[in-house]
């Protein structure tokens, strides 16, 4: 079965992980707005990605990872008032928070790269025999 191009990318993986992470986390919360507007916004994240490299272009897929990008800054935002509100350990909260800034610097390459600011380096492939 062929996979979608959006699973072969680190930052769908990482960010696909980082939403299960949410999900467990607030699994009893009893704030439900709260618990939905955290879990949406953890959600979005793989989602855009998902769909902007099923678009057709680079500028659309570009313009998805931005969705993407501008979730994680409302996850972390999310992430830190629950700190302060202290509906998640403050450790705990801090290092899903550091993972959410990881995905989002991963997130600013890869629309670089998409935006054509950076190049991809090429694969070599070696034959054997030569």
């Known amino acids: 079965m062929?996979?979608?191009?959006?699973e072969h990318l680190e930052v769908w993986r990482r960010s696909s992980?980082?939403?299960?992470?949410?999900?467990?986390?607030?699994?009893?919360?009893r704030d439900y707005g709260?618990?939905?507007?955290v879990t949406r916004s953890s959600l979005s994240i793989p989602s855009n990605i998902a769909e902007g490299e099923e678009r057709a272009s680079a500028k659309e897929s570009?313009?998805?990872?931005?969705?993407?990008k501008g979730s994680a800054?409302?996850?972390a935002t999310q992430l830190y008032i629950a700190i302060e509100i202290e509906l998640v350990d403050?450790?705990?909260?801090?290092?899903l928070?550091?993972?959410?800034?990881?995905?989002?610097?991963m997130l600013a390459a890869l629309i670089k790269i998409r935006k054509g600011e950076v190049k991809?380096?090429?694969v070599e492939y070696k034959i054997k025999g030569n």
């Open 2 to 6: 062929r996979k979608y191009a959006f």
């Open 17 to 29: 992980r980082l939403v299960c992470d949410i999900y467990r986390l607030f699994n009893n919360c």
């Open 34 to 37: 709260f618990k939905d507007q």
């Open 62 to 68: 570009a313009r998805f990872l931005y969705y993407s």
């Open 73 to 75: 800054g409302e996850l």
């Open 90 to 95: 403050k450790d705990r909260g801090l290092t």
């Open 97 to 105: 928070i550091d993972e959410t800034k990881q995905i989002s610097a």
């Open 120 to 122: 991809e380096s090429s």
